[in-house]
C-alpha cells in the first residue's frame, strides 16, 4: 500500500509553525507560555483533523498482522455419485458410445462414488471455537477441515445454517483458546469508508485485498438481504470470509461477486454484520433461525395508488390478503397500509419484511395502519416465520352469480361462475369479478391485467357484482379520485392495481 511521498504544502505550514513554536518557548514569560500552550494545542488538533478528513490510512500492516489470527481457510469433502455412463462425451446412442464407456470404467472404478472438494473462508468469533463463513461453502459437506492461519487444522462440526442469508456457523474444539474477532455495526459505514477483505481467493491461501465501501443496503435476490457493496477484490473462494472495518471489527461476509468472467471486477458484495449477528445468534441457541411472522401479502405503494387511496406519499407497506394467522387475528384487513411497525416508519415492504423477520417470535407490537383516510393501532403478536411457511387458508362456500358481461376501463368482465372456477381451479373462498379479456392499448393492459385474473376489491371495498364495480367506480368519480384501486388476484397471489378512472 502506498505511503504520503512527501507532506503537503498545508502540513508543512503546520510544521513550520510547531518550529516556531518551540523556539519561543525559551525567553517566555509565564503568560506568554499559557498562549504558546494554547496555540501548541490547535496545531495539534488541526493536525489530527487534516489526517481525519483525509482518511486515508499509511498503511493496512499492522491491522492485517492484528486481525490475521482469526481468518480461517475451509476446505469440505463431498461423496458424490459415480457416473453410470459417458454423459457430455459423446451423445447417446454414438456409435463410440460403448468405447467412451469402457475407457470410464477402466480398473472398474467407473460407478463407484467419488470425493469432491471445495474451499472458502471463514472467520473466528469466539475463543471456544464457533467459526462463521457461508451457507453454500459448506452447503452438502460430509467432512469440513479448518486450516488456522498459525499453520495447524482442526476438524469442524455444523452447528446451523441459514440458507436466505447464506449464513452458516461452525464449532471445533482447540486444545486453548483461540484468537477471535468481534462483529461491528455495519448501520454506521457509510459509502466511501475505508474496508479490509481477508480470506483464500481462488484457493491461494490467507489473502489481504482493500478497498472503500462502495454501496449500502444492496438487494440481490433474498427476502432478507442488505448487502455491504465493496470494490475490495473479492474472488472464488474469498465466500464466507470478513469484511473488515479500519478498528478491526467484521462488519460483513464476503459472499457474492458481480462478473461477466468469475474473477474480481470490483464489485463485491458482503452480508451485512447487523443480519448476521442475529442469525448467528439464533444458530447458536437454537441451531436454526425464528424469525417473526406477521401473516399479510404486502406490496409497495405506487403514486397510482396513493392517490386512489387519498394517501400524502407513497410510503408504506400495501396489505393485499390477510391469510390465517396473527395479523387476522389482530383484526387486520385487505387494503390497510401499514405505516408503523413496532415503532419503526416503513417506508416499503423490503424495509418491513425486514423489520418484522427481526422481531422476537411472540412479542406482541403496536402496528399503525392507514384505512379508508384515517389511522388505527393494532396490537399484532407475531408467530414464527418458519412454523407458518406452506400453510394454506381455510376455504369457505361462496354464492355464485348468474353470467353476464361488461366492458369497463378497457376490461370485459362477468361475474365468476362455477364453470370459471373449475377451469381456472379457482376455489370456493374467492369471489368476485372474471376479466374474460383486456384491451391490449388500454393503461389496464400496460399494469399487467391478463385474461384469468380475477378482481375481487374496488375502492377497497368487495365487489360480488358488476354493479358493485360500477358504483366503487362512481363514488371513485364522485370524491374527485383519479384512480381506482382494484384488488386482483392470479392463481391465488393478489395484488393491488390502480387504474386510471378517464378510461372508464
Same mark, same amino acid.
Given at each position: 500500500?502506498?505511503?504520503?511521498?512527501?507532506?503537503?504544502?498545508?502540513?508543512?505550514?503546520?510544521?513550520?509553525?510547531?518550529?516556531?513554536?518551540?523556539?519561543?518557548?525559551?525567553?517566555?514569560?509565564?503568560?506568554?507560555?499559557?498562549?504558546? !500552550? /494554547?496555540?501548541?494545542?490547535?496545531?495539534?488538533?488541526?493536525?489530527?483533523?487534516?489526517?481525519?478528513?483525509?482518511?486515508?490510512?499509511?498503511?493496512?500492516?499492522?491491522?492485517?498482522?492484528? =486481525?490475521?489470527?482469526?481468518?480461517?481457510?475451509?476446505?469440505?469433502?463431498?461423496?458424490?455419485?459415480?457416473?453410470?455412463?459417458?454423459?457430455?462425451?459423446?451423445?447417446?446412442? #454414438?456409435?463410440?458410445?460403448?468405447?467412451?464407456?469402457?475407457?470410464?470404467?477402466?480398473?472398474?472404478?467407473?460407478?463407484?462414488?467419488?470425493?469432491?472438494? !471445495?474451499?472458502?473462508?471463514?472467520?473466528?468469533?469466539?475463543?471456544?471455537?464457533?467459526?462463521?463463513?457461508?451457507?453454500?461453502?459448506?452447503?452438502?459437506?460430509?467432512?469440513?477441515?479448518?486450516?488456522?492461519?498459525? &499453520?495447524?487444522?482442526?476438524? !469442524?462440526?455444523?452447528?446451523?445454517?441459514?440458507?436466505?442469508?447464506?449464513? !452458516?456457523?461452525?464449532?471445533?474444539?482447540?486444545?486453548?483458546?483461540?484468537?477471535?474477532?468481534?462483529?461491528?455495526?455495519?448501520?454506521?459505514?457509510?459509502?466511501?469508508?475505508?474496508?479490509?477483505?481477508?480470506?483464500?481467493?481462488?484457493?491461494?491461501?490467507?489473502?489481504?485485498?482493500?478497498?472503500?465501501?462502495?454501496?449500502?443496503?444492496?438487494?440481490?435476490?433474498?427476502?432478507?438481504?442488505?448487502?455491504?457493496? $465493496?470494490?475490495?477484490?473479492?474472488?472464488?473462494?474469498?465466500?464466507?470470509?470478513?469484511?473488515?472495518?479500519?478498528?478491526?471489527?467484521?462488519? *460483513?461476509?464476503? /459472499?457474492?461477486?458481480?462478473?461477466?468472467?468469475?474473477?474480481? =471486477?470490483?464489485?463485491?458484495?458482503?452480508?451485512?454484520?447487523?443480519?448476521?449477528?442475529?442469525?448467528?445468534?439464533?444458530?447458536?441457541?437454537?441451531?436454526?433461525?425464528?424469525?417473526?411472522?406477521?401473516?399479510?401479502?404486502?406490496?409497495?405503494?405506487?403514486?397510482?395508488?396513493?392517490?386512489?387511496?387519498?394517501?400524502?406519499?407513497?410510503?408504506?407497506?400495501?396489505?393485499?390478503?390477510?391469510?390465517? &394467522?396473527?395479523?387476522?387475528?389482530?383484526?387486520?384487513?385487505?387494503?390497510?397500509?401499514? =405505516?408503523?411497525?413496532?415503532?419503526? $416508519?416503513?417506508?416499503?415492504?423490503?424495509?418491513?419484511?425486514?423489520?418484522?423477520?427481526?422481531?422476537?417470535? *411472540?412479542? $406482541?407490537?403496536?402496528?399503525?395502519?392507514?384505512?379508508?383516510? #384515517?389511522?388505527?393501532?393494532?396490537? =399484532?403478536?407475531?408467530?414464527?416465520?418458519?412454523?407458518?411457511?406452506?400453510?394454506?387458508?381455510?376455504?369457505?362456500?361462496?354464492?355464485?352469480?348468474?353470467?353476464?358481461?361488461?366492458?369497463?376501463?378497457?376490461?370485459?368482465?362477468?361475474?365468476?361462475?362455477?364453470?370459471?372456477?373449475?377451469?381456472?381451479?379457482?376455489?370456493?373462498?374467492?369471489?368476485?369479478?372474471?376479466?374474460?379479456?383486456?384491451?391490449?392499448?388500454?393503461?389496464?393492459?400496460?399494469?399487467?391485467?391478463?385474461?384469468?385474473?380475477?378482481?375481487?376489491?374496488? &375502492?377497497?371495498?368487495?365487489?360480488?357484482?358488476?354493479?358493485?364495480?360500477?358504483?366503487?367506480?362512481?363514488?371513485?368519480?364522485?370524491?374527485?379520485?383519479?384512480?381506482?384501486?382494484?384488488?386482483?388476484?392470479?392463481?391465488?397471489?393478489?395484488?393491488?392495481?390502480?387504474?386510471?378512472?378517464?378510461?372508464?
Amino acid at each position: 500500500m502506498a505511503r504520503w511521498a512527501s507532506p503537503s504544502g498545508r502540513d508543512k505550514e503546520f510544521q513550520v509553525k510547531a518550529q516556531s513554536l518551540a523556539l519561543a518557548r525559551q525567553n517566555a514569560t509565564p503568560l506568554r507560555l499559557f498562549w504558546l !500552550a /494554547t496555540l501548541s494545542m490547535i496545531v495539534i488538533l488541526s493536525q489530527t483533523v487534516m489526517a481525519q478528513a483525509r482518511g486515508v490510512p499509511e498503511s493496512f500492516a499492522d491491522l492485517a498482522e492484528r =486481525i490475521s489470527p482469526s481468518v480461517v481457510n475451509i476446505t469440505t469433502s463431498t461423496t458424490v455419485a459415480g457416473r453410470t455412463g459417458p454423459q457430455g462425451i459423446v451423445p447417446e446412442g #454414438s456409435p463410440f458410445e460403448d468405447f467412451f464407456r469402457e475407457f470410464q470404467d477402466r480398473g472398474g472404478d467407473g460407478n463407484r462414488p467419488r470425493r469432491s472438494s !471445495a474451499l472458502g473462508s471463514g472467520f473466528v468469533i469466539s475463543e471456544d471455537g464457533f467459526i462463521v463463513t457461508n451457507n453454500h461453502v459448506i452447503e452438502g459437506a460430509d467432512e469440513i477441515q479448518i486450516e488456522f492461519f498459525e &499453520g495447524f487444522e482442526l476438524p !469442524a462440526q455444523l452447528v446451523g445454517t441459514d440458507p436466505n442469508t447464506d449464513i !452458516a456457523l461452525l464449532k471445533v474444539e482447540a486444545e486453548g483458546p483461540l484468537k477471535f474477532v468481534s462483529f461491528g455495526d455495519s448501520d454506521v459505514a457509510r459509502v466511501g469508508d475505508w474496508v479490509m477483505a481477508m480470506g483464500n481467493p481462488l484457493g491461494q491461501g490467507f489473502s489481504v485485498s482493500a478497498g472503500i465501501v462502495s454501496a449500502r443496503n444492496r438487494a440481490l435476490s433474498g427476502t432478507y438481504d442488505d448487502y455491504i457493496q $465493496t470494490d475490495a477484490a473479492i474472488n472464488r473462494g474469498n465466500s464466507g470470509g470478513p469484511l473488515f472495518n479500519m478498528d478491526g471489527e467484521v462488519i *460483513g461476509v464476503n /459472499t457474492a461477486i458481480l462478473s461477466p468472467n468469475g474473477g474480481s =471486477i470490483g464489485i463485491g458484495f458482503s452480508m451485512a454484520s447487523n443480519v448476521v449477528t442475529r442469525v448467528v445468534d439464533q444458530l447458536k441457541e437454537f441451531g436454526e433461525t425464528r424469525r417473526g411472522w406477521l401473516g399479510v401479502r404486502i406490496q409497495d405503494v405506487t403514486e397510482d395508488m396513493a392517490e386512489a387511496m387519498g394517501l400524502d406519499e407513497a410510503k408504506g407497506a400495501l396489505v393485499s390478503d390477510v391469510p390465517e &394467522g396473527p395479523a387476522q387475528d389482530g383484526g387486520m384487513q385487505a387494503g390497510d397500509v401499514i =405505516i408503523s411497525f413496532d415503532g419503526v $416508519t416503513v417506508d416499503d415492504t423490503r424495509q418491513l419484511v425486514r423489520v418484522v423477520a427481526n422481531t422476537q417470535v *411472540g412479542k $406482541t407490537v403496536r402496528v399503525v395502519i392507514s384505512r379508508d383516510g #384515517s389511522t388505527e393501532t393494532l396490537k =399484532i403478536t407475531l408467530g414464527r416465520r418458519e412454523e407458518a411457511e406452506g400453510a394454506v387458508p381455510a376455504a369457505a362456500p361462496a354464492t355464485p352469480e348468474e353470467p353476464s358481461s361488461m366492458d369497463l376501463m378497457g376490461l370485459t368482465l362477468s361475474p365468476l361462475t362455477p364453470e370459471m372456477r373449475a377451469e381456472g381451479d379457482v376455489p370456493d373462498s374467492i369471489e368476485g369479478l372474471a376479466v374474460l379479456d383486456v384491451d391490449e392499448t388500454s393503461p389496464a393492459f400496460e399494469k399487467g391485467l391478463r385474461a384469468g385474473d380475477i378482481i375481487t376489491e374496488a &375502492g377497497q371495498s368487495a365487489v360480488l357484482t358488476l354493479q358493485d364495480l360500477q358504483d366503487r367506480v362512481a363514488d371513485a368519480k364522485e370524491a374527485g379520485r383519479k384512480f381506482i384501486l382494484l384488488l386482483v388476484r392470479r392463481g391465488g397471489d393478489p395484488r393491488f392495481v390502480a387504474l386510471s378512472l378517464e378510461d372508464g
